[in-house]
T-cell receptor, first 117, second 109 residues
Framework: EPEVTQTPSHQVTQMGQEVILRCVPI?????FYWYRQILGQKVEFLVS????????KSEIFDDQFSVERPDGSNFTLKIRSTKLEDSAMYFC???????????????FGEGSRLTVL | KQEVTQIPAALSVPEGENLVLNCSFTDSAIYNLQWFRQDPGKGLTSLLLIQSSQREQTSGRLNASLDKSSGRSTLYIAASQPGDSATYLCAVKTDKLIFGTGTRLQVFP
């Protein structure tokens, strides 16, 4: 079955550094998402992306965060200046277009663990 | 604001038992509800998706029901196995997917 892939699986960075997390969604999907999970806490929504623009974002997704779909396959999350509290597991997800039998079902990647020191 | 709660928070059972995991949500205006499995340190695996117009979905030993008007869903696991040990998350979709707190399940031989 097709899957969402994420790189890197683990990144350690110094506070204040820029980080880019990469995702390859399922190939025929049109809706893309980033979520995060701080250790021991709930999975939290960050941002959704459709038709080359952000469709929704949470309060967490401030000016330090940005997303981009630089080509037809990748979807990236950039954190410009990392803070200690950005340490979390970041999950990318994608879902199919309307009319698909699985419309509305989100498929998640394995996650990228970010550790900010 | 949509809130999703799951009980119990943790469950430890012997192999072979039939289990019921509960999920409740505060706003019934949802598009769908999805159940996930998460192994420690791993990603989220979609188990079942129930559209708002549906009452239940089945996949193998798993059966999920949805009562939208009362804001409840249950995940039924038949004949549990040690390999079922994981955290089970429910999530409801409004304009975004909102997750519950999870039920950590351990099935021992």
């Amino acid at each position: 079955e097709p899957e969402v892939t994420q790189t890197p699986s683990h990144q350690v960075t110094q506070m204040g550094q820029e980080v880019i997390l990469r995702c390859v969604p399922i190939s025929n999907h049109l809706y893309f998402y980033w979520y995060r999970q701080i250790l021991g806490q709930k999975v939290e929504f960050l941002v959704s992306f459709y038709n080359n623009e952000i469709s929704e974002k949470s309060e967490i997704f401030d000016d330090q965060f940005s997303v981009e779909r630089p080509d037809g396959s990748n979807f990236t999350l950039k954190i410009r200046s990392t803070k200690l509290e950005d340490s979390a597991m970041y999950f990318c997800a994608s879902s199919a277009q309307r009319g698909s039998g699985r419309f509305g079902e989100l498929f998640f990647g394995e996650g990228s663990r970010l550790t900010v020191l | 604001k949509q809130e999703v709660t799951q009980i119990p928070a943790a469950l430890s059972v012997p192999e072979g038992e039939n289990l019921v995991l509960n999920c409740s949500f505060t706003d019934s205006a949802i598009y769908n509800l999805q159940w996930f499995r998460q192994d420690p340190g791993k990603g989220l695996t979609s188990l079942l998706l129930i559209q708002s117009s549906q009452r239940e979905q089945t996949s193998g030993r798993l059966n999920a029901s949805l009562d939208k008007s009362s804001g409840r869903s249950t995940l039924y696991i038949a004949a549990s196995q040690p390999g079922d040990s994981a955290t089970y998350l429910c999530a409801v979709k409004t304009d975004k997917l909102i997750f519950g707190t999870g039920t950590r399940l351990q099935v021992f031989p």
